[in-house]
C-alpha cells in the first residue's frame, strides 16, 4: 500500500470527501495537501469537493460540462456545499453547486452529468495528436518538486517533463506552452470526476514568460472519455496576455492516445 493511502482510500477521495448534512447541502474539510504558488488550495481541487456533493445529487455518472467561477481563495479548513438539482433528464442531468467558508462563497458552479460508456458505434473526428513525450520513464521530475516548500500540490500529484523547465532556473521569454505527464502521486487512477480537478493542476504556462502569481476567474472543461489507466499526457499554452488578465487552454490525454479532458480558463495576473 502506498505512502499516501490509508484504510479510507486515496487522497483525492479523502481530501474531497462530503458527508451529507441536510436535503442538497453537505459538509467538507478542505485540507492543505494541494496549496499552489498562491498558498491557497488550488481551484480544481476545490471545485471537486464541490463537485463531490453535486454528482450524489445528480442521475447521470459522469461529469460533461462544467463551468466554475472563482469568487475568493479558499482556505484549508471546514467548508459546505450547497447542491441544486436544476434537471435529470434521459440523456443528461444538470445542476448547478456552490461551496462557502465562513459563510462566503469560494466557488460556484453550474454542470451536466451524463454517461460516457463506450460506444463502439460512435463516430470519432480528432484533427489533432496528442504531445508527443518521451515515455514517463524516460522523463525528469525536477529536483524542486520533489521536495516543494508551500506547494504541496506536488507531493499529491506527480509530474514528469521530457526537459527541465527554464523557468526553474531563471530563464523566462520563451513561448507560454508546456507538454507533460501527469498522474496521482499515490496510484490513484484518473476517472472522470478527477479529470474535472487535474485540468486545473498544470503549472500556469505564462511561468514561462516571468509572470509567476495568476488566480483563476472562471474554467470551463469538457470531459470527452473515461481514461484508460495510467499516466495522462497533458498540453497547457497560453495565446493572449492583456489587461491584467490571461486564457489558458489545457488538453488531457490518455495513454491510448485518447482526449478525455480539455479546459479553458481565464486567470488574472496578480
Not at 485540507?31 to 456533493?53: E, I, M, Q
Not at 445528480?58 to 461529469?63: E, F, I
Not at 484549508?76 to 448547478?96: D, L, M, N
Not at 527554464?166 to 499515490?186: I, K, N, T
Request: aromatic share 8%.
Amino acid at each position: 500500500m502506498s505512502l499516501h493511502q490509508t484504510r479510507h482510500g486515496y487522497r483525492f477521495d479523502r481530501d474531497t470527501a462530503v458527508h451529507q448534512h441536510a436535503e442538497g447541502t453537505y459538509t467538507a474539510a478542505l485540507t492543505d495537501a494541494w496549496t499552489t504558488f498562491t498558498t491557497h488550495p488550488n481551484g480544481g481541487y476545490v471545485l471537486g469537493t464541490a463537485l463531490a456533493g453535486l454528482g450524489r445529487e445528480l442521475s447521470q455518472p459522469d461529469p460533461l460540462a462544467v463551468s466554475a467561477f472563482f469568487l475568493r481563495p479558499a482556505a484549508p479548513g471546514q467548508a459546505v456545499v450547497r447542491t441544486e438539482v436544476v434537471r435529470q433528464g434521459r440523456r443528461t442531468a444538470t445542476g448547478q453547486v456552490v461551496l462557502e467558508q465562513g459563510g462566503k462563497e469560494v466557488v460556484r458552479a453550474g454542470a451536466t452529468y451524463g454517461d460516457l460508456s463506450p460506444d463502439p458505434g460512435a463516430r470519432v473526428l480528432s484533427l489533432d495528436q496528442p504531445p508527443q513525450l518521451p515515455e514517463p520513464e524516460r522523463c525528469l521530475v525536477p529536483a524542486e518538486f520533489e521536495e516543494p516548500e508551500g506547494v504541496s500540490i506536488a507531493s499529491s500529484v506527480e509530474y514528469r517533463y521530457a526537459q527541465r523547465p527554464g523557468w526553474l532556473d531563471g530563464r523566462v521569454g520563451g513561448p507560454p506552452y508546456s507538454e507533460f505527464w501527469m498522474r496521482f502521486a499515490d496510484g490513484r487512477e484518473a476517472d472522470t470526476r478527477s479529470l474535472v480537478s487535474m485540468v486545473d493542476f498544470a503549472v500556469p504556462a505564462v511561468l514561462e514568460i516571468g509572470e509567476f502569481s495568476t488566480v483563476t476567474v472562471e474554467l470551463s472543461v469538457h470531459v470527452r472519455a473515461r481514461p484508460v489507466a495510467g499516466w495522462l499526457a497533458c498540453r497547457v499554452l497560453t495565446k493572449h496576455v492583456s489587461g491584467g488578465l490571461h486564457e489558458e487552454d489545457m488538453e488531457i490525454w490518455d495513454r491510448s492516445g485518447v482526449l478525455v479532458a480539455q479546459a479553458r480558463q481565464l486567470a488574472m495576473l496578480v
